[in-house]
């Protein structure tokens, strides 16, 4: 849900919030097989991990890979992080190799920016990372929070863009201007000041403003680069509809394309949606998924 500080001004860079959803997700099921095999979506970003997470941790690939479900690559939702982190905490409890999600992220390069694919994996919920320090391994989390049970979220999708990844993010991170001190200090105030008050209070419009505030500013940095405050021209035009008919916390999940928000509950997330679905009709390359947030980590289950 953004970035707070890429002055790293005060010696931290970056730092960030977002929230674990639970109807999006990365199921996979790890089993032993005469012949290495990985089959399902994202098959082959998860037959990468596997092999080197076995090599590295000096185990057999005789293992069957099902991949039940995947979260889309590259449309700004931690698909690389959660798929990186599931891969890893399967063969971790497959092998009984007893290592933490931190080391596993490690292992991995997980964290290299945001720490939130790491933080919600572990926890769950609404998660906000330190950002990078000199001495950081992966983000360390500074605050957790459960996300009301009744709020909602709405993702836009555009299935005709990706977001920015690889050496594209790389460069365009590069070619960003200086952020500036005074408006990182202010978001990291909005933030502990009004935004978490707020959730712990489950006052849902407060909270939005303070998210719509971070993602118009990170939006606007990162305009250059990706061509506007949303990198989907179609997709900004749908959350204007959504801000100027209830919907709070405005923005773009990463370097999208996907557009979010938040609503107050189930019944407000469905109207919208269906009245999104006649109005925008034309824009057919637009999805719109209702989900909740998930206030627990990842889970994994041992059968024999």
């Known amino acids: 849900m953004g970035f707070i500080d890429m002055s790293s001004s005060l010696g931290r860079e970056f730092g960030s919030i977002g929230v674990a959803l639970d109807e999006i997700a990365t ?4 089993s032993y097989a005469k012949q290495f095999v990985v089959t399902g979506p994202s098959s082959q970003r998860a037959e990468k991990w596997v092999h080197i997470l076995c090599q ?60 939130i694919g790491i933080g919600v994996f572990e926890q769950g919920g609404l998660v906000v990372d330190g950002g990078r320090g000199a001495l950081t391994k992966t983000p360390p ?28 993010e790389i460069k365009a991170f590069k070619a960003l201007p200086a952020y500036p001190s005074e408006e990182a200090a202010r978001l990291c105030y909005l933030l502990l000041m009004q935004g978490l008050p707020a959730v712990a209070e489950q006052h849902i419009h407060l909270f939005g403003d303070v998210i719509t505030q971070i993602q118009r500013s990170v939006g606007e940095h990162f305009a250059s680069v990706q061509g506007g405050v949303f990198s989907s ?9 959504l801000e100027q008919n209830g919907a709070v ?5 990463s370097w999208g394309p996907t557009g979010f928000c938040v609503v107050d509950n189930v019944q407000q997330a469905e109207s919208l949606v269906s009245k999104m679905q006649q109005k925008f009709s034309h824009f057919e390359r637009l999805s719109f998924v209702t989900a909740s947030a998930r206030n627990s980590g990842g889970s994994i289950v041992i059968t024999v």
Do not use: K
């Open 141 to 168: 989390v500074i605050s957790h929070m459960d996300i009301p049970a009744d709020w909602r979220f709405i993702l836009v999708f555009d299935e005709t863009d990706q977001g920015l990844h690889g050496e594209q």
């Open 249 to 253: 916390a405005i923005g773009q999940t």
């Open 27 to 30: 199921r996979l099921s790890v």
């Open 233 to 241: 021209s179609e997709v900004a035009e749908v959350m204007q509809w």
């Open 56 to 115: 590295i941790l000096q185990v057999s690939d005789q293992l069957q890979i099902e991949i039940e479900t995947a979260i889309p690559e590259h449309v700004g939702l931690g698909s690389g992080t959660q798929m990186a982190l599931a891969i890893g905490s399967a063969l971790n409890a497959f092998y009984d190799l007893d290592l933490t999600i931190r080391e596993i992220a490690e292992l991995t390069d997980r964290g290299m920016r945001s720490g």
